[in-house]
């Protein structure tokens, strides 16, 4: 991984440029701390900071030339070596995986050379002879990559810091904002007239084109989840043959992805992802695992991880977050995410990556199990609703929805009730309700993991019509939902921002698109069996770890926020949610925002996600 950056501009000098140029790969260090390099051509200037992963010698730095193509990119590409031999012969200079891109670029183009590619990158190529800049990225985002422009000229960065050295005064991005505060992060770009490129996807600026607006976002898809999903052939083999041939995938995935000339590791969770992975690993060759734990025992899942390194004889590092760190780490978060981001399991996730950069340089992790292989429970909560609830009236649906009972009165109901985790039934219906208005499943599924906080947004612009897809399979749909969003959106973003701010490496062997392919052919029973999810994972890894331990219930990747947020985090908030600062600052409706403060603070409501999606904006707003 490295950080990346160019300005493209016919009216700057070439030392301006350069400059320019140079300044925002300043602010992208944390990214790679292993050296800077600058190019300037005709109209274009280059950076690049590198984390040396592969070829650590000067033959591997960026920006990178061949002939009239001069490329700088982040990120790695796993099948190197496959498209090394499938170039005509000829001398290289090392051994990186740049060599080989900036050669495929050469020989293939464009997007021949991306659809043959796998690996997790985002770059932009400059072609000297044809006065062009391509941009491109990976087919699940993996790698970020953001544009747009300032004084005329066309910008580009891995993070929108670069940005900051052009010394220009963003706007606010509302329709971005709402989509933080309904889940946490955005997936459009957070300042207005700049924009993320969507995963699997290239864009190809001419110089005549420079000089239209907005030019720029005419980008071009060279691979499609949806059209994997739809043109998939059913499999026809038994469950024992699907099991051995994503077993198969999965080795090779993780067998490309361990490939480095620097120290390479694990993230291990309690879950099957992770556990899975660290298996097949550990059958190679010894593996340095990482896990973070809680000490409130609702949340955590060390103890699980703990036994499973120990059954798979892994080097194990583990460490425990506190309530004191998350008010450290919370101050650091704008920092840290350089946008605003909301999902409260960047805490742990930032320390964890702390932790496993001072053992290893690169650290595989579990991230795409749940949305390839049927892992989240509202899969089946979300189709098991939705089957019943269509067939009423629209009317009675909306009836029911607008005849909700106070979240609070749930809530007292379901404290009365024993349980290992907090039970806020009255809140979880809440949200439910909300979802019994909608017209079709994709609708229901996005009102149902949304917060509903969107609201609150003062001026937001009408949000854009649902998806109206027609699927036989709804836990299908609600899959690919999450691939074309949840995942590029949010998993993605928090584990490279914090693995980033420490210059760590992530790598997901189940994001291999082979293996991507070959779940989208496999029949839902094979994924979800009765209240069931990731039944094949949980096969392949039942040979290699005792019932014991793959039956326990997994507990996910979150924090004790609504505690903390009464807790240690209290006074930290209440200086970010004044009625008078958020009158000034007019982007939310402060009357409403400061009752759920008081309802949150009460115990009668649990507002912790929309809460804390305000709070990470008030607090990136204010060191912006």
């Known amino acids: ?220 898809p060279y691979w499609s989840a949806r059209e994997t999903a739809l043109a998939a052939e059913p499999f026809t083999g038994t469950f024992a043959d699907a099991a051995e041939e994503v077993e198969k995938l999965l080795r090779a995935a993780a067998a490309e992805q361990t490939v480095a000339d620097v120290p390479v590791g694990a993230l291990l969770s309690g879950g099957i992802d992770s556990a899975l992975l660290v298996a097949l690993l550990a059958e190679r060759h010894p593996v340095k695992t990482f896990t973070i734990g809680f000490r409130d025992r609702a949340f955590d899942e060390a103890p699980t991880a703990r036994a499973i390194a120990a059954h798979l004889q892994t080097e194990h590092h583990e460490f425990y977050f506190a309530e004191s760190d998350a008010l450290a780490l919370a101050e650091k978060i704008p920092q840290i995410y350089d946008e605003p981001f909301a999902d409260s399991s960047q805490l742990p996730t930032f320390l964890v990556c702390r932790a496993a950069r001072r053992t290893v340089a690169v650290a595989l992790t579990g991230d795409g199990g749940d949305e390839l292989f049927g892992g989240y429970q509202r899969y089946l909560t979300g189709d098991k609703f939705w089957r019943y609830w269509r067939h009423l009236p629209l009317f009675f649906r909306r009836a029911a929805s607008a005849l909700r009972l106070p979240a609070a009165w749930g809530n007292r109901l379901g404290a009365l009730f024993p349980s290992p985790y907090p039970r806020r039934w009255g809140d979880k219906y809440a949200r439910l309700a909300r979802a019994f208005a909608a017209k079709n499943f994709a609708e229901f599924y996005g009102l149902l993991t949304a917060t509903g906080a969107e609201n609150l947004v003062a001026g937001l612009p009408p949000p854009p019509p649902p998806l109206a897809d027609d699927w036989s399979s709804l836990a299908a749909q609600a899959m690919l939902i999450d691939q074309e969003n949840y995942l590029p959106d949010d998993l993605l973003v928090k584990i490279d921002r914090a693995a980033m701010a420490h210059t760590l490496e992530t790598r997901a062997p189940l994001l291999d698109c082979r293996l991507a392919a070959l779940a989208w052919r496999l029949p839902m029973r094979y994924k979800i069996r009765g209240a069931t999810g990731k039944v094949i994972l949980r096969k392949i890894l039942s040979r290699r770890l005792p019932d014991a331990l793959l039956s326990r219930q997994k507990k996910g990747f979150g924090v004790p926020l609504a505690q903390w947020l009464r807790g240690g985090l209290r006074d930290w908030g209440e200086s970010l949610l004044t009625p008078a600062r958020l009158q000034n600052d007019g982007f939310f409706a402060a009357p409403a925002v400061v009752k759920m403060w008081n309802e949150h603070q009460s115990g009668k409501r649990d507002h912790a996600a929309a809460l804390w999606a305000i709070l990470v904006f008030q607090a990136w707003q204010e060191q912006s």
């Open 1 to 220: 991984m490295c950080g990346i950056a160019g300005i493209f501009s016919l009216n700057l000098s070439p030392a301006e440029r350069t400059a320019r140029a140079e300044e925002m790969a300043a602010r992208l260090a944390h990214r790679g701390r292993d050296g800077q390099g600058v190019w300037s051509g005709d109209g274009i200037a280059l950076a690049h900071r590198r984390l040396a992963v592969l070829d650590l010698s000067p033959a591997g730095t960026q920006p990178m030339t061949r002939g009239a193509l001069a490329l700088t990119y982040n990120g790695e590409i796993y099948n190197w070596r496959e498209i090394q031999n499938a170039l005509p012969p000829q001398e290289w200079r090392g051994h990186s995986d740049t060599e080989i891109l900036l050669a495929a670029f050469a020989a293939w183009g464009v997007e021949k050379t991306l659809r043959q590619i796998r690996g997790m990158f985002a770059g932009g190529l400059w072609n000297e002879r044809e006065k062009t800049l391509t941009l491109f990225r990976d087919r699940f985002g993996e790698k970020p990559l953001y544009y747009g422009r300032v004084g005329g000229a066309f910008v580009f960065a891995s993070e929108l810091r670069a940005f900051r050295a052009l010394e220009f005064s963003p706007t606010v991005n509302r329709a971005a904002l709402a989509q933080l505060l309904a889940r946490g992060c955005c997936h459009d770009c957070i300042w207005e007239n700049f924009y993320k490129l969507p995963p699997a996807a290239f864009c190809t600026l001419t110089a005549e084109e420079l000089q239209i607006t907005k030019a720029e976002k005419r980008v071009t």
